[in-house]
């Protein structure tokens, strides 16, 4: 059994797509453990997303990531990082497949309505830092 970080992004809140969300990642058989809705401060923004600190679009992608709630949860289930990551899609809107959570509702690389950890470090980083 493997636990993985998931987030509901604030455009993905605002779209009322919340639901959508775990609805898929349910529908995949993965089990939802814990969830929070909150709004991120700079200061966990900056935590969170540190990997990305110089970055170009970093300033952009912690006044986005902190403009409204998102729901932070933890999935549980076999495989549960590759398959959300899978789930999730890619980066990029003109990567993303169809069927896939990005690739069937993100058209901007930085509003792309969902994070999942992309390894069982992240994971277990960001679920300490959220829970
Ligand atoms: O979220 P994911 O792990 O798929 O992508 P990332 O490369 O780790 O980037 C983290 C987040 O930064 C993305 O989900 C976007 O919201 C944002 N980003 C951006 O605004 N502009 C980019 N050129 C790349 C990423
Ligand atoms: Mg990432």
Redesign the pocket.
């Known amino acids: 059994m493997e636990r993985t970080f998931v987030m509901v ?1 604030p455009d993905g809140m605002q779209r009322k797509l919340a639901g959508e969300v775990i609805r898929r990642l349910e529908r995949k058989g993965l089990n939802l453990e814990m969830a929070r809705v909150l709004q991120l401060s700079p200061q966990l923004a900056q935590e969170h ?1 540190a ?2 600190r110089e ?1 170009p ?1 970093f300033a ?2 912690i006044t ?2 902190c403009s409204g709630p998102v729901l932070a949860m933890v999935w549980s289930g076999k495989d549960a990082i590759a398959l959300t990551r899978m789930l ?1 899609g ?2 990029d809107p003109r990567q993303a497949l169809p069927g896939t959570i990005r690739g069937d509702y993100a058209n901007t ?4 309505l969902v ?2 950890s ?1 390894g069982p470090q992240a994971a277990q980083r960001e679920i300490q830092l959220f829970f």
Do not use: Q
Request: hydrophobic share 25%.
């Open positions: 992004k997303y990997e990305h970055k679009f952009n992608l986005y990531i999730v890619h980066r690389t930085t509003e792309n994070h999942a992309d």
